[in-house]
């Protein structure tokens, strides 16, 4: 069955970086997106980008640029999300969810598995 | 940004009750529109794709429909284990947006 897993909590003090992991099973690794979404209290669900695991090709939000970096190893089928400058609002719950649709369409659609989520604590 | 503004931001009904969430882009997004349902301490999960697509293994109970700038999310007949919060989502353009989400709780 498809499963996504990722990695365990993390607490780093403010303008660190954090790299958070996403193991798939189940499926095809290269033939779907995988998206990283965050959830916080106050702003909710916040769509981060993605990333292609077929080519790396990644597409990221606005709102992130310059500070997240995603990677895939593709022998390993485990995808990355390297978040920098951390401050006390990135304090959340940051998933990885695989989208519907294969990569061949190049559209994106739905998130139809989620991994387990990561709490990432920001504090000094 | 596309901004989602769902309706209600909570609710309360009984068991059997039909139950409606709306959902509004803020601009045309055609039918790339889905629906998550986020138990306490758990990740979100796929109910509805493509504004109308039931999920495979998803409860019947569940619907949803619409177009353009107007969404709704159908429980039909409530049952204790729908009691958690509900997001839509739009997949039409970047970045990705959801709405605030709708606690639904039994009373």
Request: net charge positive.
């Amino acid at each position: 069955q498809v499963q996504l897993v990722q990695s365990g909590a993390e607490v780093k003090k403010p303008g660190a970086s954090v790299v958070l992991s996403c193991k798939a099973s189940g499926y095809a690794f290269t033939n779907y997106y995988v998206h990283w979404v965050r959830q916080t209290p106050g702003q909710g669900l916040e769509w981060m980008g993605l990333i292609n695991p077929s080519d790396g090709g990644t597409t990221y939000a606005e709102k992130f640029q310059g500070r997240v970096t995603m990677t895939r190893d593709t022998s390993t089928r485990t995808v990355y999300m390297e978040l920098s400058s951390l401050r006390s609002e990135d304090t959340a719950v940051f998933y990885c969810a695989r989208d519907g649709l294969d990569v061949s369409g190049s559209i994106w659609s739905h998130y139809d598995y989620w991994g387990q989520g990561t709490l990432v604590t920001v504090s000094s | 940004d596309i901004q989602m503004t769902q309706s209600p931001s909570s609710l309360s009904a009984s068991v059997r009750d039909r139950v409606i969430i709306t959902c509004r882009p803020s601009q045309t997004i055609n039918g790339h529109l889905n629906w998550y349902r986020q138990r306490p301490g758990k990740a979100p999960e796929l109910l509805i794709f493509s504004a109308s697509s039931l999920r495979s293994g998803v409860s019947s109970r569940f619907s949803g429909s619409g177009s353009g700038t107007y969404f709704t999310l159908t429980i039909s007949s409530l049952q204790p284990e729908d009691s958690a919060t509900y997001y839509c989502q739009q997949s039409h353009s970047v970045p990705q947006t959801f709405g605030q989400g709708t606690k639904v709780e039994i009373k």
